[in-house]
T-cell receptor, first 113, second 117 residues
Framework: QQQVKQSPQSLIVQKGGIPIINCAYE??????FPWYQQFPGKGPALLIA?????SEKKEGRFTISFNKSAKQFSLHIMDSQPGDSATYFC????????????FGTGTQLKVEL | EAGVTQFPSHSVIEKGQTVTLRCDPI?????LYWYRRVMGKEIKFLLH????????ESGMPNNRFLAERTGGTYSTLKVQPAELEDSGVYFC???????????????FGPGTRLTVL
């Protein structure tokens, strides 16, 4: 049973476009929702994170939108660049669960010139 | 400040052999997590240490996997004997103690790619 569902599996956008990656969760105990960016041969790197009492968080070109009632959250990348080409993972954790992360399956993003 | 380091970066072993993976967390991070990504699937939790104590090992696949964190610093994950389905990338992550006012942020190492033939 996958507790965090992520879509799409892959995404190709043109430079300057706004890729959107969506995640949905089931466990209402989740209280922390990070996004990780991973380049080939590297480990996941924390990009941005949100808590359920906030509906949107923006850091630079990256924005998380959070819908608590729908149990969904999404990552938007403004003015995407070829250097943003990577795999993106959404995740969720609960304080009561030792903050272990439950990941989505990942989205391979390619930004073309 | 050094990040999370893992050794080796790659390991290729025969079925039935033993392999030990090592993780050095960020200095001062009490929480240490092990995760695994099998090809094409999501990154899955294996276990969680708080200092030297196992807090949660609910994700460990079976008793062929043994994790230790002696002294609360580095951790090792031993697979003995290795099976074909153990192949994947093993990640280690560390985070600060929340009780000490730290953040939930988990910092990941580069991973160890394990191939069992």
């Amino acid at each position: 049973q996958q507790q965090v569902k992520q879509s799409p599996q892959s995404l190709i956008v043109q430079k300057g476009g706004i890729p959107i990656i969506n995640c949905a969760y089931e466990n209402t105990a989740f209280d922390y929702f990070p996004w990780y960016q991973q380049f080939p041969g590297k480990g996941p790197a924390l990009l941005i994170a949100i808590r359920p009492d906030v509906s949107e968080k923006k850091e630079g070109r990256f924005t998380i939108s959070f819908n608590k009632s729908a149990k969904q959250f999404s990552l938007h990348i403004m003015d995407s660049q070829p250097g943003d080409s990577a795999t993106y993972f959404c995740a969720a954790s609960a304080a009561g669960g030792g903050n272990k992360l439950t990941f989505g399956t990942g989205t391979q993003l390619k930004v073309e010139l | 400040e050094a990040g999370v380091t893992q050794f080796p970066s790659h390991s290729v072993i025969e079925k039935g052999q033993t392999v030990t993976l090592r993780c050095d967390p960020i200095s001062g991070h009490d929480n240490l997590y092990w995760y695994r990504r099998v090809m094409g699937k999501e990154i899955k939790f294996l276990l969680h240490f708080v200092k030297e104590s196992k807090q949660d090992e609910s994700g460990m696949p079976n008793n062929r996997f043994l994790a230790e964190r002696t002294g609360g610093t580095y951790s090792t994950l031993k697979v003995q004997p290795a099976e074909l389905e153990d192949s994947g990338v093993y990640f280690c992550a560390s985070s600060q103690s929340l009780l000490a006012g730290g953040s939930k942020k988990q910092f990941f190492g580069p991973g160890t790619r394990l191939t069992v033939l």
